[in-house]
């Protein structure tokens, strides 16, 4: 029985990830409790909302250190994989260090407009265990304003705009850290592999 | 390509449960559920359906009605869906936009606006749930749509009243004027009948989305051959399944 404990970062939206769990019959808990959070066998931070506010809540719950201290396969959604890297331009927030890079706004015109939100066509970059059984081009829900840059550490990217457009990291691992810009818990059959990939084919 | 299902709140669970799975295995992007009494009457939805549709879906979903508070929208957002859509509350109280944006970030704030052409020009229309309370307002659509946008609007949709129920197609001029100043995501509602239609929206008038009910629900165009067609026109969508 693979236990998982989802970080409470306090953001909402949270049950739809519980659901997605659910789905592929595995149990999570929502916990902000260290032990718990150390012992489970896989450790996801979600995260909707501002990097700032989502900082202060891990700091006051006491977290910061927790998170960069384990040593199970820990996944970043979305505002949660920025939380991993260094820093976030958003309010200039000082983030978990553990993955090297700073989030950038992406920049918002009619023709490419921001938050980024919508089914990109995702390309796979390096082969990687969490990639398994996904096609190159296939589509994820992404739903976000700031994004990590490529890489060394990327797997997979997306473009955003048209005349010129940026490509920016969707998935992403570091040692035991892996993370997605996108909502694999929202992306139908692709975020379910991901997913899937996460709790069963990363060690 | 969001697909919206519109339901008076009495409609019994179990339809919209149906509905919600149905949609989402035959490729629909996205689901909006509107309770289209719940503004004209004053009051909420009642939202227990809300957490089982989203023990359902694996696509974004977004719900609209009766959301007047942070309260009710923290509900809503707790209860699993991934995106909150006002309207008339907006329109009463625009204040209310900065601080769901604020609160919970612009890429859950959804501004649904109501708009129709007279004397030309584009007004907003408030309280279109209900016939007998539909009325203008003061706004001219630009305006609102650079105002919500400005208060933290993560995304626009449009409602072409005009269009509405009509099935001549897609505003294709409104939704190219208001293009031209919506930097959020733009999605179109009102109007489609063909799978033509489809095309031309997303074509003429560059929008993230667009947004259909009836001919969807009628099955008179099955999703699967609509995104094999836009596939075939080269428009970037996600192919089906």
Redesign the interface.
């Known amino acids: 029985m693979t236990s998982i404990a989802i970080i409470d970062s306090g953001g ?5 990830l519980a ?2 769990l ?2 592929l019959k595995f149990d999570s808990v929502l916990t902000s409790d260290r032990s718990t959070i150390e012992s489970a066998d896989r450790v996801i931070l979600p995260g ?3 990097a700032k506010n989502a900082m202060s809540r891990l700091d006051r719950a006491g977290l910061v250190d927790v998170i960069r201290g384990l040593t199970q396969p820990v996944l970043g959604i979305c505002l949660g994989m920025q939380l991993l890297f260094d820093r976030s331009d958003e309010e200039d927030t000082e983030c978990l260090g553990i993955i090297p890079g700073i989030a950038g706004k992406l920049p ?4 490419s ?3 980024n ?3 990109c ?1 995702t390309r796979l970059r390096q082969p990687h265990p969490l990639l398994d059984g996904l096609e190159d081009g296939c ?1 994820f ?1 992404y ?3 700031y994004a990590l840059p490529v890489s060394e550490y990327t797997l997979a990217t997306t473009t955003h705009g048209v005349e010129d457009p940026l490509e920016f990291s969707s998935l992403v691992a570091y040692e035991n850290f892996l993370a997605a810009q996108f ?1 694999p ?5 692709a ?2 592999t991901v997913l899937r990939n996460f709790l069963l084919g990363v060690t | 390509m969001v697909k919206g299902v519109q339901f008076r709140s009495h409609r019994v669970v179990g339809d919209i449960l149906e509905l919600a799975e149905r949609y ?1 295995h035959e490729g629909a ?1 996205e689901l909006v559920f509107y309770d289209i009494t719940a503004s004209p009457d004053n009051r909420s939805v009642d939202r227990s359906w809300v ?1 089982k549709v ?2 359902v ?4 979903f977004c719900v609209a009605g009766g959301i007047r508070t942070i309260g009710d929208a ?1 509900d809503v ?6 995106k909150i859509s006002i309207n008339t509350p907006a329109l009463s109280r625009p204040e209310l936009v900065t601080e769901l944006a604020r609160r ?5 704030v959804v501004v649904g606006i109501d708009s129709r052409e007279e004397k030309g020009e584009y007004r907003v229309h408030q309280f279109t749930g209900d016939v007998q309370k539909t009325r203008t307002t003061s706004r001219t659509t630009g305006d609102w749509v650079s105002e919500v946008q400005d208060r933290g609007a ?2 626009i949709v449009l409602n072409c009243m005009n269009q509405d129920g009509v099935r001549q197609g897609y505003d294709i001029e409104q939704l190219r004027g208001i ?8 999605i179109a509602s009102g109007g489609a009948g063909e799978m033509q239609h489809f095309a031309e929206v997303f074509e003429k008038a ?1 929008v ?2 667009a947004l259909a009910a009836s001919v969807f629900h009628s099955a008179e165009i099955p999703i699967a051959r609509l995104k094999q067609y836009l596939v075939d026109r080269r428009i ?4 089906q ?1």
């Not at chain 2, 919970?104 to 859950?108: E, I, N, R, V």
């Open positions: 909402a939206n949270i049950a739809s659901f997605a659910k789905r909707v909302g501002a918002a015109t009619s023709e407009p921001v938050p939100m919508g089914w066509a589509f829900y739903l976000h304003s909502h818990e929202r992306s139908s059959a975020g379910a | 989402c992007d957490s989203a023990s879906l694996d696509i974004p923290e957002l707790n209860k699993g869906a991934d919970f970030g612009s890429q859950c993560g995304e293009r031209r100043l919506c930097t959020v995501p733009l560059s993230d989305g970037s969508i996600r192919p399944g």
